[in-house]
């Protein structure tokens, strides 16, 4: 039985001490594989080198959070076209979003700067790495205005660490969006959270850990690992009402699906 952590920032100071055991301890909990996201131009380097080293295990993103959406400026695409061309690696454009809870870019410049990244991902065929935090009503219209239409039949994105309400999930399913499942979903006080997770069902379901951020219930407090999968692997499984092994199967399918890492 192996699992995916779709969703880690391993390239984190606070790995930087026992980074290879972190993926040790990954790869002998099942979790055979890690995607790697950036969220700074700062960061892509680490991040490439981060998957570049890990072949067989890891993979990454590049993205430009809305913490730092006031770096977009017309040489932006240019400069993440050229990232992309030069990393294989690289199989999503991420954490790009919305964030109304804590980002200090106003609001006006993060739309701005997620819909011309959105787009251009979309004219690449690349897919993307959403973050939206308090700002699902801003950020469902311009999926929409972006993906919306015809399907691909395909992946167009996740929406990590999703923490919307289960009408919330739906919109982002309907666009052709994974949601990111998370330590969250572990918390005993979110069961509008895994009613939305038992609506998306395991094939529109990734599992990710955020870490070091986000911990799941039993190590609440502390830095989180992708070894911490398994214990939102296992919420799920009892939410969806299947078998462990089975929970890992097809939410490491749709992971594969999502980053074309077949
Ligand atoms: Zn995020
Ligand atoms: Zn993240």
């Known amino acids: 039985m192996t699992f995916v952590d779709t969703h880690a920032h391993l390239g984190d100071a606070q ?48 993205g430009l959070h809305p913490y730092y959406a006031n770096l977009f400026d017309d040489g932006f695409l240019p400069r993440l076209r050229a990232a992309l061309d030069a990393a294989p690696e690289a199989v999503a454009i991420g954490e790009i979003g919305l964030d109304y809870a804590r980002a200090e870019v106003p609001h006006d410049v993060q739309r701005r700067a997620f819909e011309a990244i959105a787009a251009a991902a979309k004219s690449w065929d690349v897919p993307v790495v959403v973050h939206c935090r308090d700002a699902f009503p801003d950020l469902l219209p311009i999926l929409e ?69 986000l911990p799941p219930q039993s190590i609440r407090g502390k830095r989180n690992e992708p070894a911490a999968v398994l214990e939102i692997a296992a919420k799920l499984a009892e939410v969806w009402g299947v078998p462990l092994d089975e929970a890992a199967r097809r939410t490491s399918a749709a992971a594969a699906a999502l980053y074309r890492w077949p």
């Open 15 to 62: 790995f930087d001490a026992d980074r290879d055991a972190v993926f040790e301890r990954a790869a002998a909990a099942g979790v055979t594989r890690i995607v790697e996201i950036a969220d700074h131009p700062d960061e892509w380097g680490r991040a490439v080198a981060i998957a570049r080293a890990r072949p067989a295990a890891a993979r990454c993103t590049l």
């Open 145 to 213: 205005k972006v993906y919306g239409g015809e399907s691909s039949g395909r992946f167009r994105g996740v929406v990590h660490c999703f923490t919307g309400t289960p009408e919330q999930a739906e919109a982002c399913l309907t666009l052709g969006f994974a949601l990111g499942a998370d330590g969250p979903v572990t918390y005993k006080k979110n069961d509008a959270l895994r009613e939305a997770f038992r609506r998306a069902g395991p094939d529109a379901t990734v599992l990710e850990t955020d870490s070091p951020y």
